[in-house]
């Protein structure tokens, strides 16, 4: 018999590691942390109706509507004619379990306004395009973001596609402890296209913005936000704006391993908390390395604007950072403050931040170099396997083919081309515990059976990713994730890379 102080020891350890589990193999930043819906029910989505009261059984609102740990996976494959919203967190929504691949027009998280509880987010494969460029069907609806994340904790998005958005891309506020990695931003349509890209704004008290991390991301034809870094008045509906948590907080930020084509704009900086210099500035500790903007011959920008040497409270690791119109200069000397840079290159004032000589430790990232960034970013980024409108987008980085139209005008309008006329099959999945029966038949010698849900069960985290902590689901997803989506997953032959 194991004597009782032996298995409380192993009960803590376990514990243990399980807080210290990040999101799946290959979660890397801020947002590694979140634990989405492990251990949570399986729901399938088993219909595109968009659904936007969350009341259809089925319908991937209807899911995002329920409460408790949950697992979302689908059956379907195609476009939902309307948008995410996610009313109770604790969630893992794999796109990948889809056959053919889904789109849906937004995705929102919104715990300001609508006070939502929607923290604890994983979120992969997933094609996000509100489709601004196309007519509105009947009863179709979509948002004006992308990807809008306000007031939540714990998130990551990983391999997730997001364009043809109005506003921006990706906005995110009173938000931390978040990644977006390994995703797709890209050409935001209209006239807010100049400042189409990311925007990090907003913080208070109750959901301080802080932690977030940008990483190992494809921005196409951006005209602007690269991020935008600001701070601005605000509160909660009814309650007058205030700025006592901008004032008072750091910003710590990772961007790094982003591959800029064709943007319009640099990374931006509202030293200002609220643009009022009475209110003093927003404060950012930064890691910048290795990323590139790939730019038109007359792009007239610096890399990131000089305010953000002008705060002597700032703190920066930057390295290897580069611009194809500069290929001698690197890192501080592309910071610049205007729109003639190309007469006044390199940047020789350095300001009064702090440049640090090592990196923040902004959470573990294994950076690519910059001389593996291009391939690297064309070979995992955005959602898998990559639509007509992805492909598209790969080509002509690929080509480094830059084409002079405005960035406020799409190339095609192929936001939602896909790849079937008829929807593939989804696996068979007896007991519905997410994963397929062949699946489950490969390791009834480690305990599965397809006949028993079991997908809570622990037994194949060890033997099939090298360490303890990850649901047979969560193996299950990670393996499907790893094979590029479809319905076969690959052995990890190489552990998780992607």
Not at 26 to 37: H, K
Not at 210 to 215: E, G, Y
Request: proline share 6%.
């Amino acid at each position: 018999m194991v004597p009782t102080f032996l298995l409380v020891l192993l009960a803590l350890a376990f514990s243990a590691a399980l807080k210290a589990q990040p999101a799946f193999p290959g979660a890397e930043g801020f947002g590694a942390v979140a634990s989405g819906g492990r251990g949570g029910q399986v729901l399938y989505v088993t219909t595109l109706d968009p659904d936007p009261a969350g009341v259809v059984p089925g319908s991937l609102n209807w899911a995002l509507r329920q409460s408790g740990a949950r697992y979302i996976l689908f059956k379907v494959s195609g476009v939902i004619q309307g948008y995410a919203n996610v009313v109770n967190g604790n969630v893992t929504l794999a796109g990948q379990t889809s056959p053919g691949g889904i789109i849906v027009r937004g995705f929102v998280c919104d715990g300001h306004y609508d006070q939502n509880a929607c923290s604890n987010l994983i979120v992969r494969h997933l094609r996000i395009r509100p489709g601004w460029n196309l007519a509105l069907p009947p009863g179709a609806d979509r948002l004006d973001d992308g990807l809008r994340l306000d007031g939540l904790e714990r998130f990551i998005f990983d391999h997730v596609s997001i364009g043809h958005a109005a506003d921006e891309a990706l906005q995110v506020s009173w938000a931390s402890q978040g990644t977006i990695q390994k995703s797709i931003l890209a050409e935001t349509v209209g006239d807010h296209a100049d400042r189409g890209g990311a925007l990090l704004n907003y913080s208070h008290p109750d959901h301080p913005q802080d932690q977030l991390s940008l990483i190992k991301n494809l921005w196409y034809r951006i005209g602007g936000r690269l991020p935008e870094i600001t701070c601005e008045a605000s509160n909660y509906p009814s309650l007058p704006g205030a700025t006592a948590d901008c004032q008072s907080r750091t910003l710590d930020l990772e961007v790094s391993n982003n591959y800029y084509f064709d943007p319009g704009f640099l990374i931006w900086y509202n030293r200002d908390v609220d643009q009022n210099a009475a209110l003093g500035p927003y404060r950012v500790f930064a890691n910048l390395v290795n990323n590139h903007m790939q730019v038109r011959a007359d792009f007239p920008y610096g890399f990131a604007l000089h305010d953000l040497l002008d705060v002597a409270s700032n703190q920066f690791f930057t390295s290897g950072n580069a611009m194809s119109r500069y290929p001698t200069l690197a890192d501080y000397q592309l910071f610049y403050c205007c729109n003639d840079f190309g007469t006044n290159a390199p940047n020789t004032d350095l300001g009064v931040a702090t440049r640090l000589s090592i990196r923040h430790n902004h959470g573990s990232v294994s950076y690519w170099t910059s001389a593996e960034l291009k391939t690297r970013v064309l070979a995992e980024a955005g959602a898998r396997p990559l639509d007509p409108m992805d492909r598209r987008i790969q080509l002509d980085v690929q080509d480094d083919s830059i084409d002079p139209t405005p960035h406020n005008t799409p190339l095609q309008n192929d936001t939602f081309n896909l790849d079937f006329s008829t929807p593939p099959a989804a696996p068979t999945d007896t007991d519905s515990d997410g994963m397929p029966d062949t699946f489950e038949q490969q390791y009834t010698g480690l305990g599965l059976n397809p006949i028993v849900a079991d997908h809570n069960g622990s037994q194949l985290s060890v033997p099939l990713t090298g360490v303890a902590g990850y649901t047979n689901l969560e193996v299950y997803l990670n393996q499907l994730a790893d094979g590029g989506g479809g319905t076969t997953p690959v052995l990890f032959a190489n552990g998780f890379e992607n």
